[in-house]
Structures are given as C-alpha cells and as structure tokens.
C-alpha cells in the first residue's frame, strides 16, 4: 500500500464512535427527559425549588428504588417479582410485632432482614428449585405474605417504634441530604459494580439471554435465580425499614400498589421485560424521572387516583415503544429491500 493510500484511508475515532453511542443510549434519553421535567416543574410551581421541597421529593422515589435495583436484576435473569410490597407488609408487621415485645433497634434491624430474606428464600425455592413460573410464585406470595401480615395486625397499627430508629426514614446526613438518598446513591453504585463488573453480573445476562444455554456453559441457574429472589428480599426489607420508620407506624396495607411502580421503574430505565438486556444507570435515573413526576403533580394539587393512572400509562408505553419501534424498522426493511 502506497503512502498517498495510507494517508487517504480513515480510521475510525474510538473516541467519536463512544461519544455517539453514549447520545444514541436510552440512558442519555432518559437525562434528557429527566432535565425536561425538572424545568417543567420549575415553570409549574414557585415551590419546587425550595432545597427542603426538593428534599423531600427524594422520598417518592428512593425507597421504592432500592427494590428497583434488585428487580432489574432478577428481570434481566428473565424473571419478575410481584410480591416485594408484600414483603415490606409482613416485615414492617414483624418488627411492630417486635416493638411490642421490647425490641431495640438493632433487634428491629436483624429481624427485618431475616424475615425478608426468607421471604426471597421461599420465592426462589419455588422458582429455581421447583422451576415453577415466577409470575405465578409471585403473584400467591404477594397474597400471601400480605394476608400474613393482617392475620397478625387485623385493623390495628403498630407504633412506639425507639426513637433512634427514626434516624433511617426521617435523618439528615448534611443539610438537606436525606440517609435515605445517601443509601439510594450507595446502592446503586454496589449494583452497578455488581451486575457490571463481576462474574455473577454476567452470568444474570447470559440466563436471560439464554438458560440452557447458560446451563451447559457451566453457570449453576438455579443457584443464581435463588440468589437473586433472597437480594430482592433483603432489599424489601431495607425499604421496609425506611418507609416504617418515616412513617412511625405499622399497618398491613403499607406499600399497597408499590410493585406496580418499580416494575415501572425497572422497564423505563432500559431492562427488558423479556430479560436478558438492562443498565442499573438507566434505572437509577428512571427513579429520579418518576419521583420528579410524582413530586410535581403532587404540588399541582394532582389527585392519587391521577398519578396511579399516569403510572399505568407509562408501563403500557414503555414495554410498547420498543416492540413498536422493532415492527416499523423491520417493516421499513421489506419495503426498501436492505
């Protein structure tokens, strides 16, 4: 090859060709969305950017996030779990049930964890070890974790929680920064590290790609599927520990409708109903964008019933979108013949 031939040649920029797909992401999309809205709000409302306003919008999403995270994993491993507002019920209802009996909050802590990590346990023995559909699982553990929980409380509420254990649904980590939106923020950094940058990560995205195909790759799929149902147990129970103790109180209707909301979550920020494909990035932000939502409809004097509409509304378009957008380019592939 001659050095005029060489000189004429062009070689891709990496660097170019990384920018591009950084704006072609669904992430940066979901930025841009989430910058849009922000505005959005500001023009809405004189209150929204109040720093203690703001604060407290963090609220509307951080703990339901923290299960976000979990559920994205077990999605993209191409299951579901329906039953994580369940396990919140039953585990708020066990350490109000502890209270009762004069626990601390370390007490409060461990028994929290424990019940929701054998709920997980319990979902993923039926899952991985007896290879029934989770949907199914889930959908009669959520009627069964929540019926547990108000054989135990019936009508009644639980209270008299310790005064420390306030600390972790109501405490302030500097100023304005909540504890709870400093957890959000370390917990989606251990599962980005987690689904991103480890073996185990990789063997979630090769089971929802392809499980029998992971199973004579050598991946143990049961053994990861159980250990993903008893990490979203645990990250219930984290939640449960938050929201019960911003609110003070126990009742077995807590977290009522919640599922629907992180399923939400989970499929706006990019994973795919179907598994096998997702970004705890995309997630994290897919929070953010919700909670500012909700937040901002909530100044606007917006009713409940309105939000729980607009929340239906958005997983219907967004497990659609994609679908749709795969049908108009392989249609617009016959008819051009490329």
């Known amino acids: 090859m001659s050095n005029e031939q060489i000189k004429g040649s062009s070689i891709p920029d990496r660097r170019n060709g990384s920018i591009a797909r950084i704006i072609a992401s669904w992430e940066f999309l ?10 959005l709000n500001v023009q809405a409302s004189p209150y929204f950017l109040d720093p203690w306003n703001l604060s407290d919008a963090t609220f509307n999403f951080t703990e339901k ?3 976000a995270f979990a559920m994205a994993m077990v999605i993209i491993a191409g299951e579901i779990d329906l039953s994580v507002a369940s396990i919140i019920a039953l585990v708020s209802t066990c350490m109000g049930f502890a209270v009762q009996l004069g626990a601390d909050t370390t007490t409060l802590i461990i028994v929290a964890l424990v019940v929701g990590a054998l709920c997980g346990a319990f979902n993923g023995f039926l899952v991985a070890g007896l290879g029934l559909p ?10 069964l974790f929540r019926g ?3 054989i135990i409380l019936g009508d009644k509420a639980y209270s008299g929680y310790p005064t420390d254990f306030a600390y972790f649904g109501q405490g302030y980590v500097w100023w304005v920064i909540t504890f709870e939106m400093v957890l959000f923020v370390v917990l989606a950094i251990m599962f980005y590290v987690l689904l991103h940058r480890t073996s185990f990560g990789r063997s979630v995205y090769a089971i929802g790609n392809n499980p029998t195909a992971a199973l004579f790759s050598g991946i143990r799929v049961p053994r990861v599927k159980f250990i993903l149902f008893v990490l979203t147990g645990v990250l219930s129970a984290i939640a449960a520990i938050c929201l019960t103790s911003r609110l003070g109180s126990t009742r077995p209707s807590i977290a009522v409708g919640w599922e629907l ?3 939400t979550m989970v499929v706006l920020g990019g994973v795919s109903i179907l598994g096998g494909s997702g970004k705890i990035l995309g997630v994290a932000i897919a929070a953010v964008v919700m909670g500012m939502v909700t ?4 100044l606007l004097n917006v009713p409940g019933i309105v939000m729980s509409i607009f929340v239906g509304l958005l997983l219907i378009g967004v497990i659609a979108l994609p679908i749709l957008l795969r049908r108009f380019r392989a249609r617009l592939v016959t008819s051009t013949g490329r």
């Open 30 to 39: 979901l930025l841009g969305v989430a910058i849009l809205i922000f505005f």
């Open 65 to 67: 996030a923290m299960i």
């Open 134 to 143: 989770s949907i199914v699982v889930t959908i009669g553990t959520l009627s």
């Open 148 to 150: 547990i929980a108000y």
């Open 261 to 263: 909301e992180i399923v």
């Open 295 to 298: 937040f901002g409809l909530g």
